[in-house]
């Protein structure tokens, strides 16, 4: 298995209603970031944590990190139609340094109106 | 503020030609970073260069792969005798610094027939 895997593959979810995606990584490191991929598009940065943050808000977003079981959760409240799309993780390696960014396979999301 | 940006946006070319990929990165960006996507996959880190200088290449393919960063112009991915298997989105992101947030450009989307 690969660093930086998210769970789960895909999700479905009501309109209105809080989604939860969760991401597993494997070595040390500097940080962890997510990212939004709308079908076909770029990435879009949502919101980065470093090593000896815990929690961390941003709008509708709430990510958590804990080191000692190297995992990360998203946690996107009161979702919208608009947020349809592949959300990854990605991590910095204290072995490679924050240039080396390694995704996650990603979380196809899908908001059903 | 212009984003990073990529062109062409789709390329198709058949086996054995070659593929230029260009980059241009945000103003004031001096580092830029190639990923690869293959479909339903993360992006994985390719090369990492500055002005003139390649800094990590360990993810590129050891044959017909190449990258540069000349001191005035783009970025340029190239790619030599293109096989099926080279189809895929190619990201370039830039940051202000070494280890800072990474901004993605829309991609490249390369087709192989």
């Known amino acids: 298995s690969q660093q930086g895997e998210e769970d789960p593959q895909a999700l479905s979810i009501q309109e209105g209603e809080n989604a939860t995606m969760n991401c597993s990584y494997k070595?040390?490191?500097?940080?962890l970031q997510w990212y939004r991929q709308n079908s076909g598009r770029g990435l879009v940065h949502l919101i980065l944590?470093?090593?000896?943050?815990r929690e961390k808000h941003s709008g509708r977003l709430r990510v958590t990190l804990d080191t000692s079981k190297k995992s990360s959760s998203l946690l996107i409240t009161a979702s919208r139609a608009a947020d349809t799309a592949s959300y990854f993780c990605?991590?910095?390696?204290?072995?490679?340094?924050?240039?080396?960014?390694?995704f996650g396979t990603g979380t196809r999301l899908t908001i059903i109106p | 503020n212009a984003g990073v940006m990529q062109n062409p946006r789709h390329l198709v070319r058949r086996r054995g030609q070659e593929a230029r990929l260009r980059c241009s990165p945000m103003?004031?960006?001096?580092?830029v970073y190639w990923y690869r996507q293959l479909p339903e996959e993360g992006l994985k880190f390719m090369v990492y260069l500055q002005k003139e200088n390649i800094i990590d290449e360990s993810g590129m393919p050891k044959e017909r792969f190449s990258a540069e960063f000349p001191k005035e112009g783009p970025s340029i991915l190239r790619i030599q005798q293109v096989v099926r298997g080279d189809s895929a989105a190619y990201f370039c992101?830039?940051?202000?610094?070494?280890?800072?947030?990474?901004?993605f450009g829309p991609g490249t989307r390369l087709t192989v027939l």
């Open positions: 992101a830039s940051s202000s610094d070494r280890g800072g947030e990474q901004f």
């Open positions: 070595t040390s490191i500097n940080n």
């Open positions: 990605a991590t910095a390696s204290t072995n490679f340094g924050n240039e080396k960014l390694t």
């Open positions: 103003k004031g960006h001096s580092h």
């Open positions: 944590i470093r090593s000896n943050e």
